[in-house]
C-alpha cells in the first residue's frame, strides 16, 4: 500500500487494485507543484470526497473528467455532481462500497458541508464524512474535517484502523494536541500522518505538538508532497 500526499487533505491511495484520490484539490493548492498533475491523477480508478467544501471538492467534477473515474460521496453531494455530468457512486454514513478490492465505509464526521465554490450561491451538500478504507492488511481512517468526537469510540473499536490520516491543521478542524488527545483515547494506530495544515498560515506548519502528545510506538509521518509512504 502506497500512501501519497498531495498537498493539504489530498491524498493518492495505491490499495489493492485500486488508486483511490482523496479529496484531490490541486489547482490553487499553494502546497501542490503543477507541473505534476499528471504524475498525481494517472491510473486513478476512484475519487473520494469527504464533503463538499472548495478545498476538498472543487476540482472533482474536471479530475473525474480527466481520469475517467467515478466520484464516490455522500448523496446529496453525489446528486449535485452527477447534475454536472460527473459519474458517481452516491452512498451513506455506515454503507461499505468496494474499490478494486479495497472496502470503503463512510463515517462520521463533526464538520460543515456546502459547495461554496464556482461563483454561486451557497448550496447545502449533505454532511461532513470520514473513510474506514480496507485493504493489503491494514485499516486506514482518514477522518475529514472533523474535532474530536465520542463517535471515535466505537468507529475504532469496530473497524480497528492502525493507520490514522487525520484533519489536524486546527481553526477549521481539530488541532494538533486535539488530534493527540483522539488518538490516545480512542485508537490503537501504529501510523498516523496529520494533513490540512501548512496550506495556508492560519494553519498549523507542523506536527510537533501531535508527536508529542502521543505514546512511544507510534510513528508520526509529516507527509511531503508526491513522496510515497510505503506500508
Not at 91 to 101: A, L, R
Not at 195 to 207: D, E, G, M
Request: aromatic fraction near 8%; charge should be negative.
Amino acid at each position: 500500500m502506497k500512501i501519497i500526499w498531495l498537498g493539504h487533505s489530498g491524498f493518492r491511495l495505491e490499495i489493492e487494485q485500486a488508486v483511490l484520490l482523496i479529496d484531490p484539490w490541486l489547482t490553487g493548492n499553494p502546497m501542490f507543484p503543477a507541473d505534476r498533475r499528471t504524475e498525481a491523477l494517472t491510473g486513478a480508478t476512484h475519487i473520494l470526497l469527504t464533503h463538499g467544501h472548495g478545498d476538498h471538492a472543487a476540482e472533482a467534477v474536471s479530475i473525474a473528467k480527466e481520469t475517467g473515474a467515478p466520484v464516490a460521496c455522500i448523496h446529496e453531494l453525489s446528486e449535485w455532481l452527477n447534475g454536472m455530468g460527473t459519474a458517481t457512486i452516491g452512498f451513506g454514513k455506515g454503507g461499505t462500497i468496494d474499490c478494486g478490492g479495497a472496502k470503503v465505509t463512510m463515517v462520521n464526521a463533526t464538520h460543515s458541508a456546502s459547495i461554496d465554490f464556482g461563483g454561486g450561491p451557497l448550496l447545502p451538500a449533505g454532511s461532513a464524512a470520514g473513510f474506514m478504507i480496507a485493504g493489503e492488511g491494514h485499516v486506514t481512517y482518514v477522518s475529514g474535517d472533523t474535532d474530536i468526537m465520542a463517535d471515535m469510540g466505537w468507529m475504532a473499536e469496530y473497524h480497528k484502523p492502525d493507520v490514522g490520516i487525520l484533519s489536524c491543521g486546527g481553526h477549521y478542524t481539530m488541532d494538533m494536541d486535539r488530534a493527540a488527545f483522539a488518538a490516545r483515547k480512542y485508537f490503537q494506530f501504529r501510523t498516523v500522518i496529520p494533513c490540512h495544515y501548512r496550506t495556508f498560515p492560519l494553519l498549523a506548519q507542523n506536527a510537533d505538538a501531535l508527536r508529542a502528545g502521543l505514546p512511544p510506538g507510534i510513528e508520526v509521518i509529516e507527509p511531503q508532497v508526491l513522496d510515497p509512504i510505503a506500508l
